[in-house]
């Protein structure tokens, strides 16, 4: 019997995005929703300083935190961010009730599917490939994409799931790939993972998969998601193998991946 084949997707800007204003509202409604949270936790009885910042300073502190936690491949779960942003401003960290009020934002924004998602999964489905979704969840619950993503036709074709704010490790770091690849019973040489970032093509080569594509048919990014998330790298951002089509993939994974 052949060894199983896999396909690996990025989430934001790959599979589904905002455009550039919207994406902008959603960032800065990620903000305004830990502020809220925050101004509601009850002040701290054994902090002996004056809080560092208010509840908005705080939450754009811990964002950058973590953004700049999973650029280096590790991952910051949503329940350290509250721990941190409770211990900015003299409060006692709730992270459950953290982590219902970004699920609940997910829910309301209207995400799109990048166009041709289902279809090319679908049709790699078709082909025997096995399919599994990487994602730095780093301001909103994985699980919670994950609905959002079923509810589109997405999950109908994923088999495996990895969002880094429930794993110690976020792209770049090999590890989340390997995990992924581990829920597939597939080894990397079998593999190929398709992003639109530095951390999809920097993790896919030091992982070791056959290949990492460039997805370019998404990379409209608002400001805010650009400053955090897609930064110049210090080095030049070349993939071997780009698509500006999710259309295109079938064909391609069925090249780099033939039996």
């Not at 009885?45 to 910042?53: C, D, E, G, K, T």
């Not at 699980?143 to 079923?150: P, T, V």
């Not at 790298?233 to 039996?259: C, D, H, K, T, W």
Request: hydrophobic share 45%.
């Amino acid at each position: 019997m052949p060894e199983p084949r896999a396909v690996l997707f990025d989430v934001w800007h790959t599979l589904a995005y905002l455009e550039p204003a919207e994406e902008e509202r959603y960032m800065a409604a990620q903000l305004d929703t830990v502020a809220r949270v925050l101004d509601r936790w009850p002040r701290s009885s054994r902090s002996r300083h004056p809080p560092l910042h208010d509840a908005l300073r705080a939450a754009e502190e811990v964002r950058i935190e973590a953004a700049r936690a999973a650029h280096e491949g590790v991952s910051m779960s949503l329940g350290l961010q509250a721990i941190h942003a409770a211990r900015k401003t003299g409060r006692v960290p709730r992270p459950l009730e953290l982590g219902r009020a970004l699920a609940d934002l997910v829910e309301k924004t209207p995400f799109l599917i990048s166009p041709g998602a289902v279809e090319a999964l679908g049709a790699l489905q078709a082909r025997g490939f096995r399919l599994g979704v990487i994602s730095n969840s780093v301001g909103e619950p994985g699980d919670a994409l994950q609905k959002k993503l079923d509810g589109a036709g997405i999950g109908h074709f994923i088999e495996a799931w990895a969002f880094s704010d429930q794993l110690p490790w976020a792209k770049p770091a090999p590890e989340i790939f390997w995990h992924c690849l581990g829920m597939l019973s597939t080894r990397r040489e079998r593999a190929v993972h398709v992003g639109d970032g530095w951390s999809d093509v920097q993790g896919a080569r030091a992982a070791g998969l056959r290949a990492a594509i460039m997805y370019t048919g998404a990379h409209a990014y608002g400001e805010a998601y650009r400053r955090l998330f897609a930064p110049t790298p210090l080095e030049p951002l070349v993939s071997e193998y780009q698509v500006n089509r999710l259309g295109a993939l079938p064909e391609l994974a069925e090249r780099l991946l033939s039996r």
